[in-house]
């Protein structure tokens, strides 16, 4: 690097404000990543939290959950106050330490093992497969796709959907609701957001009351359906030297609908972005495109790598439990501290050639679905809904190219776009 790109790079570091993003950045990132990761990988930011972007530290606050801490009741009191907002993610998993957080992915985790994940493929299979068809005659009538809401966007909603016995005929707000309350996760919120986040908490609320009541009323199989699974709880084993099982480990009525919130939301976002940035950076890279299209034995590999390059969830958040010492600096009890996964993926110290998009890139140990306790509980099924979903859209459409303007959110939080117009047949 040059001394004036150096020099570049130093401003846009010493500039960087989480909450003052220009346009630029939401449409390309990277670059300001690469400079706080040369000039300020531990960047103090005006509200005195810092924003960190180097591999190997956020991969060591993974690690150690009891110095950086999961609750954000401390972090979110102030910009959501007594909201539902606040309630539903001081109440979900991801958002929670031990043993509230204990407790709940263990009653979540057994309701998506690999077995019922694996039993979900073969509806996976023809939901896209219906997906295709549908936009294939489209494209023969002459019509361009916009492959998010056509694709990208229908699948998850349609797989959470299944997996908590949502009624097909009830399933429109979801996609909506989800938007609306991940979007106030975003680290600049204006009142507006505030409000639709709130009223979306609100509205799944009513609504899962009475999904749940009826599913207790009339359960369908626990080994099949998740609803199921978390109202009637895990039976637990008693302390050795006791000989009867324990009860039921069961969720309270508030933490069993706020986790259908976060199942619903978790499930859907970032899968979405997962898809249309997967096919978003196989059209930009026609060489990357062929060798998959070639050799369709390289889609582990390729998920792997859309996971790295265009991390679907671009941040985390933290809050030290105790004085810290991180990247050399040392950081204060109390300390919010933003994990940027997008940079971390990013890391030339972690990855060779961190900007070229290789779909055969091993060893890949990106952290898309963050590390230890608090690792994604449905990488599993994200996973697959990629693999099934690009798999067999490049076999059915090769030679897609896009017909008008891919636009981005414009969020931080999440990575992906809103619209990817595409001509199909080339």
């Known amino acids: 690097m040059n001394v004036a790109a150096a020099l570049d790079d130093r401003a846009l570091a010493d500039a960087f404000d989480l909450r003052a993003l220009s346009s630029a950045f939401y449409a390309d990132p990277f670059p300001t990543y690469r400079a706080l990761r040369e000039h300020a990988p531990v960047k103090r930011m005006p509200d005195a939290s810092v924003f960190l972007t180097r591999y190997a530290d956020i991969a060591a606050i993974y690690k150690d959950s009891k110095t950086f801490s999961s609750d954000k009741r401390e972090g979110f009191g102030p910009k959501y106050g007594g909201s539902s907002l606040f309630e539903h993610h001081t109440t ?3 958002f929670n330490d031990p043993p509230l957080h204990t407790r709940v992915r263990r009653l979540i985790a057994a309701a998506l093992t690999p077995r019922h ?43 959470i959907g299944n997996l908590l016995g949502v009624p097909p005929a009830e399933r429109a707000p979801l996609r909506a609701w989800s938007l609306a309350i991940l979007g106030a996760l ?31 009323q009339a359960p369908l199989d626990p080994d099949t359906d998740v609803l199921t699974r978390l109202i009637q709880g895990e039976v637990t084993p008693h302390p050795a030297g006791h000989s009867a099982a324990a009860g039921p480990e069961r969720l309270l009525a508030k933490e069993l609908l706020h986790n259908c919130i976060f199942l619903l939301n978790a499930g859907h976002e970032t899968t979405t972005n997962l898809i249309g940035n997967g096919l978003k950076c196989l059209l930009d890279r026609p060489d990357q495109k062929q060798r998959l299209v ?62 070229r998009f290789d779909i055969s890139r091993t060893p890949n140990r990106h ?19 990629g693999r099934v979903a690009i798999a067999a859209f490049l076999t059915r459409f090769p030679h897609y190219r896009l017909s008008g303007p891919a636009l981005r959110s414009q969020r931080v939080r999440f990575r992906g776009h809103i619209e990817l117009p595409c001509d199909l047949l080339g």
Do not use: K, W
Request: charged share 20%; glycine share 10%.
């Open 367 to 385: 952290l898309a679905f963050g590390s230890g306790i608090h690792q994604c509980v449905g990488m599993g099924l994200g996973r697959l809904e």
């Open 92 to 94: 979900s998993l991801v």
């Open 186 to 216: 975003e680290p600049a919120l204006a009142p507006e957001a505030l409000r639709c986040g709130n009223r979306a908490v609100d509205q799944m609320l009513n609504y899962l009351e009475g999904l749940v009541a009826a599913r207790t």
């Open 294 to 355: 070639t050799d369709p034995g390289l889609i582990n590999s390729a998920i792997e790598e859309v996971l790295r390059f265009e991390s679907s969830n671009q941040l985390g958040n933290r809050i030290t439990t105790c004085e810290a010492l991180i990247g050399g600096v040392t950081l204060a009890a109390r300390t919010q501290v933003t994990l940027c996964i997008g940079a971390a993926n990013r890391d030339p110290a972690q990855f060779p050639e961190p900007d």
């Open 117 to 159: 994940i694996t039993a979900l493929e073969g509806g996976l299979v023809r939901l896209v497969g219906a997906l295709l068809d549908a936009m294939q005659a489209r494209a023969e009538a002459g019509h361009s796709v916009d492959l998010i809401e056509a694709f990208a966007a229908a699948i998850p909603v349609e797989i």
